[in-house]
Every structure is written in C-alpha cells, then in structure tokens.
C-alpha cells in the first residue's frame, strides 16, 4: 500500500470554479499535513499546511484533515488559469525513530479560461 | 539569503564521474531533506538530516549516493560513478524543525550523459 495516495489526474476545471484535490495516508501516526504547488519545471511551493482536524482556510484554499478517516483534501475556490500546476499533498510523521516527510505523486490540475 | 539555495543550477556529466551537489538552508532551520524528481515522477526520498542527529539514510538508492551536513548547515550530497539513471532534479528543503513546513530550493538539474 503506497503511503501517500492522490488521483493522478488531470482534473479538469473551468475558470471560477471550486476545484478539490483529494489525499489519502496509510500512516495513522502522521501528523503533520502539507499541500505544495509544482509548476512545470520549477520547485514544489508551499501552499498550506494543517496540523488538527477540521478546516483552515487562506484566501481561496482551504485544507480539510479527517484523521479519523486517514485524508485531506483542499479546495480552491474561483479557480484561475495560473492555479494549472502538479498539487502535491505531503505527510508527515515521527513514529518510531525515523521522521519521514512523505509525498503523494502529485495531481495534474488544469483550469481552462 | 532568505530561501533555500541549491548549486549549481545544472549540471551535466560523463557517466562515470563523481559530482556534488550543494544546499544551502534557510538561516536558522534545522532540518534539511534532500529528494529527487525523475522526469515525469513524483519526489523520491533520498536522506534527512535533523540538528546533530544521525541522519536517516532510508532513501538512498545505492552506496553511490552519500551525503554530509557540516556545522549544521550546509549540506551536499555526492554521487560517485554516475549512471544515467541518475539523472533527474535533485531538491533540497529545510525546516525549521521536524513536523513543520518545509521550503525547497530551485533544484539541480543532473544530466549524465
């Protein structure tokens, strides 16, 4: 079982609308959760993180986290064509004595104007 | 400076060679990651460095690959022998500590040939 699951996408969304990118962890220990950027050919660019259940929201993202059910997700409202990128979710653990930051393999998001 | 700084930006190599590849954090972080992207991949754990702590090399494909931090702050990692299977972008990140955000660098780009 991959530790860190996302759809691989594209997900395909008009120009105002909300898209939502979806993640999945095995990890029940996990702690920390992350979603990053990636424009084609640069670095991956922090976006938000969200550490307790619930949603936290900045700007037009919001993070949902549902330890319970192993998942977070985030929402981009009034989606615009500069939001195409990779969305990678990304979490974290310190079980045991090994800390790993782990990544899903990313979404291909595209907004069409 | 105020992000992470990787060099050089690219890098291209006979297979064979040995080359190093740097990182410099961001002042004050404490953790630092080192990952690598194949073309068309997703991140690819290589090796974590905590503070003073031994470093968890769990990521490390082959006994090719090492990595130092000296002092606690600048890191590099060194591929000997290259193959052309290494070549992808190798990112640094750094935080300022375990479980919390991680900020990557712009990445180099290895090209073994």
């Known amino acids: 079982q991959k530790e860190v699951e996302q759809n691989s996408g594209p997900l395909s969304v008009p120009e105002g609308a909300i898209a939502s990118l979806n993640c999945t962890y095995s990890?029940?220990?996990?702690?920390?959760f992350f979603w990053y950027r990636q424009y084609s050919g640069k670095s991956p660019e922090l976006i938000m993180s969200?550490?307790?259940?619930g949603d936290k929201e900045d700007g037009r993202f919001t993070a949902q986290l549902n330890k319970a059910s192993q998942y977070v997700s985030l929402l981009i409202r009034d989606s615009q064509p500069s939001d195409s990128a990779t969305y990678l979710c990304?979490?974290?653990?310190?079980?045991?004595?090994?800390?790993?930051?782990?990544f899903g393999k990313g979404t291909l998001l595209t907004v069409n104007p | 400076g105020a992000g992470v700084s990787q060099s050089p930006s690219n890098k291209v190599t006979e297979k064979g060679k040995d080359v190093e590849l740097r990182c410099d954090p961001i002042s004050g972080h404490t953790a630092l990651y080192w990952y690598r992207q194949s073309l068309g991949q997703g991140l690819e754990f290589l090796i974590y460095?905590?503070?003073?702590?031994?470093?968890?090399k769990s990521g490390l494909p082959s006994d090719r690959f090492s990595a130092e931090r000296t002092g606690g702050s600048v890191s590099t990692l060194t591929i000997q022998r290259t193959q052309q299977e290494d070549s992808a972008v190798y990112f640094c990140?750094?935080?300022?500590?375990?479980?919390?955000?991680?900020?990557f660098g712009q990445g180099t780009r290895l090209t073994v040939v």
């Open positions: 990304a979490v974290a653990n310190s079980g045991g004595s090994n800390y790993k930051l782990t």
């Open positions: 969200i550490y307790s259940n």
């Open positions: 990140a750094s935080s300022f500590v375990m479980n919390t955000e991680a900020f």
């Open positions: 990890d029940r220990g996990s702690q920390s």
């Open positions: 460095f905590q503070g003073n702590s031994a470093p968890d």
